[in-house]
C-alpha cells in the first residue's frame, strides 16, 4: 500500500478557529466563564507571525493568539501553544517564555499561555521556565495539557458532547494506528458514526470528519474501502451528510491547506533571506525597511527583492522593485481580461475573479500564453488548477 503521512498541525489550527470557545472549554476551564463571548474574539495571527520571527523561532503554523474580552471589561490575550511533534525539545519552555515576554513587550497586553502536547512521551512536561543570578530571579509557570493523559481518561470523552474530546480522540488514534493502517479504518469508521449518534448538527459532523479524515489519513486502496462503507452507512441512517460533493471539497480543501503551508515556508525564507541581506549590505537603516518588507505577502515581489540585494548598492534602487513586479502582475491581469472578453464575451466573469486572486506572475504569464489555444473556459481552468 501506498505509505501516507499524518499532518497534525493543520487540522488543529481549523479546528481551534471552527470551536474556539469549546476549546477553552475543555482545556482552561477555568477561564471560559471569565470571558465575555458575547462580545466576541479575535485571532490575531498577524501579531503572532511578528513575534515568532523576533524571537527566532521558526514557523509554528498550528499556535494561535487569540483577543478576548473578560466580564470584567478588559482586554486580554490568549496565546494558544499546540506542540504536536513526537520528539523531545529541550528548549520547549524557554520558546514559551520567549513567546510571552515578547507579547508583552510589543504590545503591552496580559497574556495567559497554554501548551498542548500531543506527543508521545508520557513523562515530558515542561511547565515552566526560570533562571537566578544572585539576588535577581525569573520564574514563569505555564498550565500544560497533555493528551496522552486523555488515554486513561477514555469513558469521558466518549460521554462529552464537545467537540474537543472528538480532536483528542482521533489524534490518540491516529498515532496509536501509525503502522496499522487497517485497524485505523476501522476505527476511523466508528468515530464518524459516534458523531451522528451523538446528535451533531450536519455543520459539525463536516466539520469534524474534516479533522477525523486529516489526522486519520489512509492509504488509496483503504481509502477506497473507507468511502463505501461510510456511504453505505449514510443510506442506512438517511443522514448524507458526508456527500461526494462534500469529499470532493475536502479533499481540495486539504491540497490547498498544503500547498498554502509550502507557499507560506517559501515566503518565510524568502524573508529571513532579506533580514539577512539587509543587514549585512546596509547595516541598521537597512534593518529598518524590514517592518515594510513584512507586510509583503507576494512571493514573487520578496524574490525580486532578494534577487535586488545582491546588486543593487543604495535602498533608494531597493525600494522600487517589489512595486515593479505588482505593475508587472497588473499588467498580466489586464491583458488577460482582454482576451478573455475578446474569444468568450461576457462568458469569462466567474473566472476572471478566480485568475485575480493568483500571485504568482509566472502562472499569470502561463495563462495568457495559453489562451490562444484553449477553447473552453473550462480548458483554460486546467492551466492553474490542475486535476
Not at 65 to 70: E, H, I, R, S
Not at 221 to 238: A, D, H, I, N, V
Not at 333 to 355: M, N, Q, T, V, Y
Request: net charge negative; proline share 4%.
Amino acid at each position: 500500500m501506498t505509505p501516507t503521512t499524518t499532518d497534525y498541525d493543520s487540522p488543529w489550527k481549523d479546528a481551534i478557529e471552527n470551536y474556539f470557545e469549546d476549546f477553552i472549554a475543555f482545556f482552561l476551564p477555568e477561564a471560559q466563564p471569565e470571558i465575555d463571548w458575547s462580545r466576541g474574539y479575535e485571532f490575531l495571527d498577524k501579531e503572532l507571525q511578528q513575534v515568532v520571527r523576533d524571537a527566532e523561532v521558526g514557523r509554528r503554523l498550528a499556535d494561535k493568539l487569540a483577543k478576548v474580552y473578560l466580564l470584567t471589561g478588559e482586554e486580554t490575550w490568549v496565546l494558544i501553544h499546540i506542540e504536536v511533534q513526537s520528539q523531545e525539545e529541550t528548549n520547549f519552555a524557554e520558546r514559551m517564555f520567549v513567546y510571552h515576554y515578547r507579547i508583552f513587550d510589543r504590545y503591552k497586553r496580559n497574556v495567559a499561555s497554554l501548551a498542548i502536547l500531543g506527543d508521545e512521551r508520557s513523562t515530558w512536561r515542561p511547565n515552566q521556565y526560570g533562571y537566578q543570578l544572585w539576588s535577581s530571579e525569573i520564574q514563569f509557570n505555564f498550565p500544560v495539557v497533555k493528551l496522552l493523559d486523555y488515554s486513561q481518561r477514555w469513558s469521558i470523552l466518549e460521554t462529552s458532547r464537545n467537540p474537543f474530546a472528538t480532536v483528542v480522540i482521533a489524534h490518540l488514534q491516529a498515532q496509536e494506528t501509525r503502522n496499522n493502517r487497517i485497524r485505523r479504518k476501522s476505527l476511523k469508521l466508528a468515530l464518524i458514526r459516534g458523531l451522528y449518534e451523538r446528535g451533531y448538527e450536519r455543520e459539525d459532523i463536516i466539520n469534524l470528519f474534516h479533522f477525523i479524515d486529516w489526522v486519520m489519513s489512509l492509504p488509496q486502496e483503504l481509502e477506497k474501502e473507507f468511502w463505501t462503507e461510510l456511504g453505505q452507512y449514510e443510506e442506512e441512517t438517511r443522514m448524507p451528510y458526508i456527500t461526494s460533493v462534500e469529499r470532493i471539497g475536502i479533499q481540495k480543501g486539504r491540497q490547498e491547506g498544503r500547498q498554502e503551508g509550502r507557499q507560506e515556508g517559501v515566503r518565510e525564507g524568502l524573508l529571513a533571506g532579506i533580514e539577512l541581506g539587509l543587514g549585512l549590505k546596509f547595516g541598521r537603516e537597512g534593518l529598518n525597511l524590514f517592518p515594510e518588507i513584512l507586510l509583503i505577502q507576494n512571493v514573487e515581489n520578496l524574490r525580486a527583492i532578494l534577487t535586488g540585494l545582491k546588486t543593487l548598492n543604495t535602498l533608494e534602487e531597493l525600494r522600487p522593485l517589489w512595486h515593479k513586479t505588482e505593475g508587472i502582475r497588473q499588467g498580466l491581469l489586464e491583458g488577460i481580461e482582454i482576451c478573455l472578453r475578446l474569444k468568450f464575451g461576457s462568458e469569462p466573469l466567474d473566472i476572471l475573479a478566480e485568475i485575480s486572486e493568483i500571485q504568482d506572475v509566472e502562472q499569470l504569464r502561463a495563462i495568457l500564453a495559453a489562451l490562444p489555444a484553449v477553447n473552453t473556459i473550462e480548458e483554460l481552468r486546467q492551466v492553474y488548477q490542475p486535476k
